[in-house]
């Protein structure tokens, strides 16, 4: 049963650099695309981008500018780091496998921007 | 950029009645749509795929169909455990994969 632990830091200033990591448990790292969707407060589902073990990425062009997305083959860990965040930015992340459909989800992280 | 349009936003349904929620997309994405039921305080789950393949663990009173741009998502003999925002999502053009705004179930 695989199983997905994400964690990072919960409050941010504007301008700082959102990071968070998710690791991957009793699966599988390879043969997957691995992603990120975050949730605004109250509001709908936003994909944000998905990387596969051969470092294949594919990034929202409305976050592209400001979204790194990585992968630890050797932890079986992937990550997200946004930059220059904003109170926009506020919202629940989820790590999930697979592009496409995504069948594994994170319990997710709240991340509040706010000076 | 795909938009995806649910509908309704709200459906308030009885037990034992069935739901029909509909998903609509602005262009044609074949079969490539994904429903994800997310329970209150939870993370969404992965319900149906591929527009009718159910996803494990849902029994087969959950069923989606449709193609091209017209999907619909039905929920028999409904039960109070059911009450959730419903969301389609295509993943037919990475550029971005896009979500509807959830079809919000209430039970009566």
């Known amino acids: 049963q695989v199983q997905l632990q994400q964690w990072g830091a919960g409050l941010l200033k504007p301008s700082e650099t959102l990071s968070l990591t998710c690791a991957v448990y009793?699966?599988?790292?390879?043969?997957?695309?691995w992603s990120w969707i975050r949730q605004p407060p109250g509001k709908g589902l936003e994909w944000i981008g998905e990387?596969?073990?051969?470092?294949?990425?594919n990034l929202n062009p409305s976050l592209k500018s400001r979204v790194t997305i990585s992968l630890d083959m050797s932890k079986n860990q992937f990550s997200l780091k946004l930059s220059s965040v904003t109170a926009a930015d506020t919202a629940v992340y989820y790590c999930?496998?697979?592009?496409?459909?995504?069948?594994?989800w994170g319990r997710g992280t709240t991340v509040t921007v706010s000076s | 950029e795909i938009v995806m349009t649910q509908s309704p936003a709200t459906l308030s349904v009885s037990p034992g009645e069935s739901a029909t929620l509909s998903c609509r997309a602005s262009?044609?994405?074949?079969?490539?749509l994904a429903w994800y039921q997310q329970k209150p305080g939870q993370a969404p789950r992965l319900l149906i795929y591929?527009?009718?393949s159910r996803a494990t663990g849902f029994p087969a009173r959950f069923s989606g169909s449709g193609s091209g741009t017209e999907f619909t998502l039905t929920i028999s003999s409904l039960q109070s455990e059911d009450l959730a925002v419903y969301y389609c999502?295509?993943?037919?053009?990475?550029?971005?994969?896009?979500f509807g705004q959830g079809t919000k179930l209430e039970i009566k």
């Open positions: 999502q295509q993943y037919h053009n990475w550029l971005p994969y896009t």
């Open positions: 999930a496998r697979g592009g496409r459909s995504m069948d594994v």
């Open positions: 591929g527009a009718s």
């Open positions: 262009q044609s994405i074949n079969s490539n």
């Open positions: 990387m596969n073990h051969s470092g294949s990425t």
């Open positions: 009793g699966g599988s790292f390879s043969g997957y695309y």
